[in-house]
């Protein structure tokens, strides 16, 4: 990552500081709270250097802020990151300090930043930030937290598949369909369950080769991570990490269309032009994967389970709306999201 991939600054507050116990640097963006305390969660991750940590936070943070404003929250976008050197496993006392740091930070906020699990954490790390906080989301079940949203995240995604079919094939129908699949972690896997019991076909990858396994009992074809981007499918699922949609890459790709739950899968903004041009379909990162926060709020505003699992097939639905907008406005779905995201956040702040 470069610094000079780091996003306007239209935060309300960053604070980046050194954490008094682990000696690590930590950053907490608060991007927005004018739809209410910010929502978003902690990033452990290796990075050359603090500006390239820091530009992370500043773009993930201003993607929850329209995450959450689509998926009509009454919430505000944040992202905290750890950052750890290269080469270095942050693991025992020195992980524990860490996540206490980032909980005397938070604190700070008063409030206006509330964090969970995300790469790289966990959420029996969000027991130690805990310690320092009460500006917490995401705990374990039996702690009486909401557990693991990877489920959430999920079905949030699977019910954006059908709109994306429809959009770009004039059929929602999953089986027959050919699905390339990059990254088998919490979410991917949980979503090629899915996939592959709607009846599609898949081609899928990891970095991690132990994740074979799960290929060969679905039936799914095992590619090489590097083999992802040109392995041809209907569509591509992008599940891992992001930056993957580049003016290099999006030439060659062999899809009709892009969904999938990883933060952030383009290079820059305007890739999603470059995709449109070449007449491939992009369901936007922060519509799509936005089933987490759902099932995290609800579980904070007491929502049944019944009436959370109906927001997150509603997914599907503020899918539809966006690729409605994208056509009646002649722009690009991820313009149209974003539209969306701020005509919401406007009127809230009016």
Not at 59 to 77: D, E
Not at 95 to 110: F, K, P, S, V, Y
Not at 286 to 307: K, P, R, T
């Amino acid at each position: 990552m470069n610094a000079n991939t780091a996003p306007d600054f239209t935060h309300e507050r960053v604070i980046t500081a050194t954490g008094a116990r682990s000696g690590l640097t930590i950053i907490v963006a608060l991007h927005s709270s004018v739809l209410g305390s910010a929502l978003g969660g902690c990033r452990v991750w290796q990075y050359d250097s603090y500006v390239d940590a820091q530009a992370d936070a500043l773009r993930l943070s201003s993607a929850m802020t329209r995450k959450n404003s689509v998926a009509g929250l009454a919430a505000g976008g944040g992202k905290s990151v750890i950052m750890v050197p290269r080469g270095e496993k942050l693991e025992g006392e020195r992980r524990r300090n860490a996540l206490l740091d980032l909980g005397d930070i938070i604190e700070m906020l008063g409030g206006k930043y509330r964090t969970a699990e995300d790469v790289g954490t966990t959420e029996h790390d969000m027991l130690v930030v805990r310690e320092q906080t009460a500006h917490v989301v995401g705990l374990p079940a039996e702690d009486g937290g909401a557990g693991e949203p990877a489920d959430a995240t999920a079905l949030g995604v699977f019910s954006s598949i059908a709109p994306t079919l429809e959009a770009a094939f004039g059929s929602g129908e999953i089986a027959g369909r050919s699905f390339v699949i990059s990254g088998l972690g919490q979410v991917g896997s949980r979503l090629a369950r899915r996939l592959a019991e709607a009846g599609a076909t898949l081609s899928v990858t990891d970095i991690a080769d132990s994740k074979r396994a799960l290929a060969d009992e679905l039936g799914a074809t095992w590619i090489q991570p590097a083999d992802a981007l040109t392995t041809p499918a209907d569509v591509f699922v992008p599940a891992g990490l992001g930056g993957v949609l580049t003016a290099e890459t999006i030439p060659a790709l062999p899809f009709k269309a892009v969904v999938g739950p990883a933060n952030n899968p383009l290079g820059r903004a305007e890739d999603a032009q470059l995709l449109a041009d070449r007449g491939i379909l992009y369901a936007p990162d922060f519509v799509v994967n936005a089933g987490g926060v759902i099932y995290l709020e609800g579980a904070v505003n007491g929502l049944s389970a019944d009436e959370v699992d109906e927001r997150l097939v509603g997914v599907g639905d503020v899918l539809r709306r966006v690729f409605a907008t994208a056509v009646e406005r002649e722009i690009t779905p991820l313009a149209a999201a974003e539209a969306i995201a701020w005509e919401r956040i406007d009127a809230a702040r009016a």
